[in-house]
């Protein structure tokens, strides 16, 4: 490892930090925006076009996350060597105009191969993006910086719910496409010409030798370390149970209690984009908090989080009062979250410099394989399996099916992740 004689310089300063962070968690925002529309859409779109909820949630996940998580290595890959910020401003701007042509879509192939583009594009944002927050905040600051970031999850579910369920009953579901694409565009001219591309290696005053080790280096280098399987394994079973819960949950309640789709969308954006929005940044600050007593401790924190959410959505999915069944809803919203922005950010302090997208990606790759890609066409396919038995409640058991199931072997592995991840941080800069 190239030793320092001097500390690295960098520009940048707090005030640019902290405005490069919110833009990237706006773009985040706009990111879910553009994927979660379809979960409030998919009542009418299944309406339109005769579909049973196998294919709504091939619809959603599956056609979104074949190329979102197979393009996330190689642009990964380039956004070790090239400039981040531009990358994500192309990325935006394509999954902009993708959401757009969604609205055109005359029959569900088209949907599907437009919710492809929307997929190609997206993959371009999380790798550069986590790799520069690596490189604007310190270890010590970086969970609760990816925690701001992460909080674009909650806010653009929330804006796809509200916007998304709004239009959708009172002009269409395709002009909700037209709504929420176009002002991408804009974005990825804010992006372009006004943040700036950090110092590799300037928030640890690490010294980058400029040599990007090999693809199959930095797989090696990960899959050598227990805490890093374990976590993405994790990750990608709460993510299951996460993009299940979102995407079928306006039809849940749309089937088992008979509430309009904008009602429905008002309250689940304001509980998604609030509890959830909570959820998220307190994960990571929480974790940034205990885990100056040790790492261990706060994969722990984690695992003990993830199990608590279980009993709630019992809860949810048995309630027969909706009431009941949304003020239950808010508490998993908030503890299951807690485990994205400390799971991120310790990916990035687990490897080199010239690793950190590459390591971003193939950690999302890991959790949209396991969490966007199969969390809801599985969860489609049970629900149809159950339609007979239980009619048009068959959505209901089928997530509660998916929830009590997959959360207690989520947490045993964010358990099994702390028992090694101190000695695998102290080996990060092998590759510097």
Known sequence: MPQLTEPIASSITPGVRRYALVVLAVVYMFNFVDRQIMAILLPAIREEFQLGDAALGLLAGTAFALFYVTLGVPIGRLADRVNRRNLIAVAVAVWSVMTALSGLAANIWQLTLARVGVGIGEAGCSPPAH????????????????GIYTLGISAGIMLAYLAGGWVVQNIGWREAFFIVGVPGLLLALIVRFTIPEPQRGASEQRLDSGSQPTLRVVTKFLLARRSFLYMAIAAGLSAFVGYAVITFMPSFIDRSF????????FWLGLIYGIAGGFGFYFGGYLADRIGRNGHRKAMSFIAFATIAAVPFFLGV?????????????????????????????????????RMRAVASSLV???????GLAMGSPVTGF????????????????????????????????????GKSIEQDLQRANEHD
Do not use: H
């Open 131 to 146: 790799s520069m927050i690596a490189d604007y905040y310190p270890p010590e600051r970086r969970s609760a910086a990816m």
């Open 258 to 265: 008979g509430i309009g789709i904008a009602v429905v969308g």
């Open 317 to 353: 999915f048995l309630s027969s009062s909706l009431v009941a069944c949304m003020a239950l809803l808010i508490i998993p919203s908030v503890i299951s979250n807690f485990y994205l922005a400390p799971v991120l950010s310790q990916t990035q302090s687990l490897v080199s410099l």
């Open 364 to 370: 999302l790759l890991i959790i949209n394989v396991i």
């Open 382 to 417: 049970i629900s149809d399996k159950l339609q007979p038995y239980y009619g048009p409640e068959s959505m209901r058991y089928a997530l509660l099916i998916v929830s009590v199931v997959m959360l207690p072997i989520a947490a045993w592995c964010y358990f099994q992740a």
